[in-house]
């Protein structure tokens, strides 16, 4: 009998054992957020600082899932460029995958994808404030195993308007994954360095 699971319950155990996730922690795996990192101009740095005062205003009443949308996500894909080409953005996109052995089936609707017409870019989990990222990893990872695009890398990113994590999945043999550091909204530079990371993956699409 197939079980079918809904992405949003999805835990990593379940990746690993249907689906042979594997993670890893060598640092050369997942080198995109880290290496090669532009500076960031004033106006940018401005700019987010408004978001960060934007955030912490509204912070006062609980911060759900569209509102991190609205005023985190939003800025942060207009200044790393994902409104202009080569990148198209599509919300709520249906994601299904079937375990090897067809016992698993697992469905959902990912927030934000930003693609070209030929690959999948970024993969995008909100979750609303009082969401730790441990909710969202899982769900964001069954999605990046949905790319239909084996042969390229899957970038992801999770957020709760607060903190912040990349991703990164290959699904060649044995799909592996690995994570970033945690950034901070709260931090000094911590949603400079977000933004950095966004811009850093815009160029490896566009070179």
Do not use: C
């Not at 978001?51 to 991190?68: G, W």
């Amino acid at each position: 009998m197939v079980e079918t699971i809904q992405a949003q319950n999805i835990i990593l155990y379940d990746l690993e054992a249907k689906f042979g996730l594997q993670r890893i922690d060598d640092e050369q795996f997942f080198r995109e957020w880290q290496d090669d990192l532009p500076e960031l101009t004033d106006s940018e740095k401005q700019a987010l600082d408004e978001v960060t005062a934007d955030y912490m205003h509204l912070s006062k009443y609980p911060i759900l899932e569209p509102v991190v949308k609205l005023v985190v996500l939003a800025p942060l894909l207009r200044l790393a460029g994902f409104y202009r080409a080569p990148f198209y953005l599509s919300a709520e996109k249906e994601v299904i995958i079937e375990s090897e052995d067809e016992g698993t089936i697992v469905r959902g609707r990912l927030d934000l994808l930003v693609f070209t017409p030929d690959f999948w870019v970024l993969v995008i989990e909100a979750k609303k404030s009082q969401y730790s990222l441990e909710v969202g990893i899982p769900q964001a990872l069954a999605y990046m195993l949905g790319n239909p695009h084996p042969e390229k890398p899957a970038l992801g990113f999770v957020t709760n308007g607060i903190d912040f994590i990349f991703l990164k999945v290959t699904n060649q043999r044995t799909p592996k994954y690995a994570e970033s550091y945690s950034f901070t909204l709260r931090s000094k530079d911590g949603l400079y360095t977000v933004l950095k990371v966004l811009k850093r993956f815009a160029q490896l699409f566009r070179e």
